[in-house]
């Protein structure tokens, strides 16, 4: 049964280490009415102008300059947005709310000039399909160095010199950006083939496939104080053409929408060589739950834990993500 957990590895991955998968139109409530601005309705995708990802990159990203009190305004009106939705419960909504909320806790720290709090590595996950994600860990390097590349892995899946995707293994991710928002934001739509049960169908029904829309934005704060933000505006997977992995050898599979995807990034350069990365994600994929009546009871019969071992696979999984970006930010820039 542990290769159930093998399988399942990829789902909670893809949700904790790429910037590019989990939201989309849940809740269907009117947001706009409890918070005052309806994040995912305000970008007109008609009205985005080009532009030119290769300089953006090789620049350094669209970094603005923006405001800590600004920015914990912001994170209060998504939490706000957030919570009017319908159809989750309170737990759902602690874990689909606490990106921002640990996001707003990172940015009074810091606006206090004090540094980023450690945050033990940790996972949690609910069979519905509604998780978390969060951690804090310094690494060796410059933080405008780390922005860069948080940059090109978002806009081009590529950083150091090589396809992200490819480095991992587990996902195959087409990044196509749409243009710039009148507000600065990039508008992109990412088509994200999943790893999971590449090696069987059997155990537990998952996302494969996967279409959305989202926004990547910069926010330089300070001196050394940076926030990525890239959250899905809408899920576009219904409709989309089956297809297959490029890596692998299966054939296509369908769209399976996902309902949130909201992964944050906070950088804090630490003055001395170093700077402390914060990432945290919330997101509601599809519902875990396995394929027949047959394979439940087995896993109840053997105890088998899957949402515990889907939260020890992830955090394993960061950890090689941790790895490989010290490996960039430490590498020649190009």
Known sequence: MRQIGICLLCLLWVMVSTP?????EAGQSKSSQASGKDWRSQFDLAALKKVDVDAMVRNGGALEKSDYSLLIREADEHITDIRAR??????????????WVRTKEAIALLREGRPLRPIKMVA??????VRDFGDTR?????AKR????????GLKD???GKSWSEAWGYLDRIPTVLGNAPDGDIVLRADIVLGVNTH????YNQIYNARNIQRYTERRLGDGDYVVIQDMI??????????????SKRGPKPYHPVKEWIPITVVHGNGDGTFTLGYFVSAHGQELKPISGTVDFLANLFRVDVEKIMRKDTIKSREKWNSLFQQAVLAPAP
């Open 20 to 24: 590019l998968l989990f939201a989309g």
């Open 86 to 99: 319908k159809g989750y419960t309170e737990a759902d909504l602690d874990l689909l709310t606490s990106s």
């Open 124 to 129: 949690r996950a609910e069979r519905d399909g």
């Open 138 to 142: 310094v690494f060796k390097g410059d």
């Open 146 to 153: 780390a922005v860069n590349i948080l940059c090109e892995i």
């Open 158 to 160: 590529s950083a150091d």
């Open 200 to 203: 069987s169908d059997l155990g």
């Open 234 to 247: 809408r899920d576009d997977s219904v409709g989309a053409p089956p297809r297959g992995p490029r890596f």
